[in-house]
């Protein structure tokens, strides 16, 4: 009976995952509201995305131990829309953001996650970390606009600067607070006790309110307003303009936070020693986010730095993600009004500290190591993701990445060539070597010498594997050349469907069954 019960109720594993969730939840407070204030949305759109996010995927997501929350890879793009349009119709493209990430997890699209090559990802981090560095320039500005000068912006660098330190140096002294709370909160207490004229998240994000009047629903033009956004909406939104507005954007979204989720899932597997369900947690992510866009917050994806706080901590069950959102929204409940005292310098120096943390320093020493194309791909990602966004980014890497993989495949297909007297008949045998398809095929052609050859010839591919319909055509041409010169030719070791789809080479092929090869083409059933 003891034993049965010890099986059910790990009273070990459930402290963990409660202190992790405990320790998660402080961890979340500074972020949610930094990667607000980059979105360009008010603090509590952060902390309630990260408190609906963060609750749904740990209860329904396929990922357990695996933190999601408001993340700077999507309110670098989120920056756009709101800028461009206003928050009304980021609200709206989270709920189509999540709407597609259900269908990606419904059409178990999860699984290709594994085509993303490791210098792709490498770029994609390194680009991720320049744009939120570049997006946190726009804090040295004032409530009016006008660039920090003079005393002001040496503040400001002031205040940055004691915050990265406490992030860097706390950890040495003890570990048992958040650096990044214990920083947020000491150089605040600073600010007010040596009433220092600085720049507080209160300034710029409420002129005639508080952040504690938004909790309770007298919120403010931008702030956290829950359903209430759906009854003031702007005459004709629904309709087709609205998505032809929202859908790039809703993309985008999808695409860069189903990524990192399934990363970061991936990363999460290989230290855990489990494995998680990918196409699950694209649907718990994808709800998660139609909710968070219905209540008016910025919705969110998997958080990496979180995740590795949560696990190494002990967190490695669904209570740990539970505990978090839940902790989480009991300091917003409790210490809302607080929030608005914190230095908008003091979140610039976390999301400094996020930038060094984030960027892969040891990516120029495994350069070295890299093929050309490989470290070509990993800086061209990083490059685009900077001009253009992550999205374009990891789609052109993994194009260009592809293409590099069949240029250098197209180039090992090799023929070689025996002639020997059989019954008094010259005959050829061209071995091919390699694999057959859309980029080796015009080799493989260029390898035959159809006039010079003896009235028989023999193709052997004993050793090749025929992949796509070009490879199939390849076949077929080549077999229409030596007829036009009427040549006897004869095709060995083809595969059963392979000979099914040639068409003037079919009545050609040598048929062995015990020595043909079993392989599908592309493009067969």
Request: aromatic share 10%; glycine share 10%; with cysteine.
């Amino acid at each position: 009976m003891s034993n049965t019960a010890q099986s059910r109720f790990d009273w070990g594993k459930y402290k963990g995952d409660t202190l992790s969730g405990i320790t998660v939840s402080l961890a979340l407070v500074p972020e949610a509201v930094a990667f607000a204030f980059v979105a360009g949305v008010h603090p509590l759109v952060g902390l309630y995305a990260a408190i609906i996010v963060g609750f749904i995927t740990s209860i329904f997501g396929g990922r357990p131990g695996m933190i999601s929350a408001a993340a700077g890879s999507l309110a670098v793009v989120m920056m756009h829309l709101v800028m461009e349009q206003g928050a009304v119709f980021l609200f709206a493209a989270v709920i189509l953001m999540g709407l597609m990430q259900i269908g990606i997890g419904l059409l178990k699209w999860g699984r290709f996650i594994r085509m993303v090559p490791s210098s792709v990802m490498l770029g994609f981090v390194n680009g991720l970390a320049l744009i939120i560095l570049v997006a946190q320039f726009t804090q040295f500005k004032d409530v009016s606009g006008a660039w920090l000068t003079g005393d002001a912006l040496t503040m400001m660098v002031m205040i940055i600067v004691a915050t990265m330190a406490i992030i860097y140096l706390l950890p040495y002294i003890t570990k048992a607070v958040p650096s990044a709370l214990a920083a947020i909160v000491l150089v605040t207490l600073a600010v007010i006790f040596f009433d220092v004229n600085a720049v507080t998240v209160g300034d710029k994000a409420s002129v005639s309110g508080t952040l504690e009047s938004l909790v309770y629903g007298d919120g403010i033009e931008g702030g956290f307003q829950g359903l209430s956004w759906l009854t003031s909406l702007p005459a004709n939104f629904f309709s087709w303009e609205t998505l032809w507005v929202i859908l790039p954007y809703a993309i985008i979204l999808t695409i860069i936070g189903s990524v990192e989720s399934l990363l970061t899932m991936t990363l999460i597997d290989d230290i855990t020693q489990t494995r998680g369900e990918g196409n699950k947690e694209c649907i718990a992510l994808g709800a998660a986010n139609c909710t968070a866009g219905a209540f008016g917050t910025m919705g969110g994806c998997a958080l990496i730095g979180q995740s590795m706080i949560n696990v190494n901590s002990g967190g490695s069950g669904r209570l740990s993600g539970i505990t978090a959102a839940t902790g989480l929204l009991i300091i917003v409940l409790i210490a809302s009004s607080w929030i608005e005292m914190v230095p908008i310098g003091a979140l610039v120096g976390l999301m400094f500290f996020v930038v060094i943390a984030t960027f892969n320093w040891s990516s120029w020493n495994i350069m070295r190591g890299m093929s050309k194309a490989d470290a070509f791909v990993m800086l061209l990602v990083t490059a685009l993701t900077v001009i253009f966004d992550l999205a374009i980014a990891v789609i052109a890497g993994i194009i260009v990445a592809a293409l590099v993989f069949a240029w250098q495949h197209a180039q090992k297909i090799i023929l070689e060539t025996s002639i020997e007297e059989v019954e008094g008949k010259v005959v050829k045998t061209y071995k091919v070597n390699g694999p057959l398809f859309f980029a080796s095929a015009q080799n493989f052609m260029e390898n035959f010498d159809v006039v010079s050859d003896p009235s028989c010839v023999i193709i052997d591919f004993q050793h090749s594997r025929v992949y796509d319909h070009t490879g199939v055509e390849a076949i077929d041409n080549l077999t229409k050349k030596y007829k036009s010169e009427n040549k006897k030719i004869v095709l060995k070791h083809l595969s059963t469907e392979c000979q099914a789809l040639l068409k003037d080479a079919k009545d050609l092929v040598e048929v062995n069954v015990s020595e043909d090869p079993h392989y599908h083409v592309s493009i067969g059933k």
